[in-house]
């Protein structure tokens, strides 16, 4: 499959449980970047990782953990989080980072937690 | 800090009508603007960037520095055109930040 590939698309959870979202880059790039869509507030940037290493880390609790093994692939790590956590996680990927570059997105995966 | 605003959540127009998305943003140096879309069941996706000057499905946006601006026009909307579209701004700072407004969902009727 070519683009951002983000997987599961749907995910519920128990406040308990751990988890993790897997986004893949069939792009070549070197940034990858983690988003937050809930319903009420606007798109919100996660965390930045360019050519593996984290960049950016906007203010994300704990709860959240990312990882970047390569610069192909990212993951989203999840452990005892809220119900206010449930949204859309969305996963982007541009060349690089800095200005001019174009950031591509995944579809997005679903989540829910109860 | 750096903010964008878009002050409509839903614009409901019919086909062939002129169509304006707002968009204001907050941003001490020089920015760079975006338009993203993202359509039924599909994912988002950049529409078109104030640097390129293009016009993009008929869309155009120009960056109005003393109304700090960035307002998405189309002279005659298509039904196709029905989406949401989200406004975003890049600062000149470290890294690739974009922060984004909170979305207009646009509805073209026929």
């Known amino acids: 499959e070519t683009g951002v590939t983000q997987t599961p698309r749907h995910l519920v959870m128990g406040m308990t449980n751990k988890k993790s979202l897997k986004c893949e880059q069939h792009l070549g790039h070197n940034a990858m970047y983690w988003y937050k869509q809930s319903a009420k507030k606007p798109l919100e940037l996660m965390f930045v990782y360019n050519f593996k290493e984290q960049t950016e880390n906007n203010s994300v609790p704990s709860r959240f953990s990312p990882e970047c093994p390569n610069s192909s692939h990212l993951f989203l790590h999840l452990h005892t989080l809220q119900p206010e956590d449930s949204a859309l996680y969305l996963c982007?990927?541009?060349?690089?980072?800095?200005?001019?570059?174009?950031?591509?997105f995944g579809p997005g995966t679903r989540l829910t937690v109860l | 800090a750096q903010r964008v605003t878009q002050p409509e959540k839903l614009l409901s127009v019919f086909k062939g009508a002129p169509v304006e998305l707002k968009c204001n943003y907050s941003y001490s140096g020089s920015p760079e603007l975006f338009w993203y879309v993202q359509y039924s069941r599909q994912r988002l996706q950049l529409l078109l960037r104030?640097?390129s000057r293009e016009s993009i499905k008929g869309f155009t946006a120009d960056l109005n520095k003393g109304e700090t601006s960035f307002h998405l026009k189309k002279p005659f909307a298509q039904e196709e055109d029905s989406a949401m579209y989200y406004c975003a701004l890049r600062g000149n700072n470290a890294g690739n930040m974009l922060t984004f407004g909170g979305g207009t969902r646009l509805m073209v009727k026929p």
């Open positions: 982007a990927s541009s060349q690089e980072t800095g200005r001019g570059n174009e950031q591509f």
């Open positions: 104030h640097i």
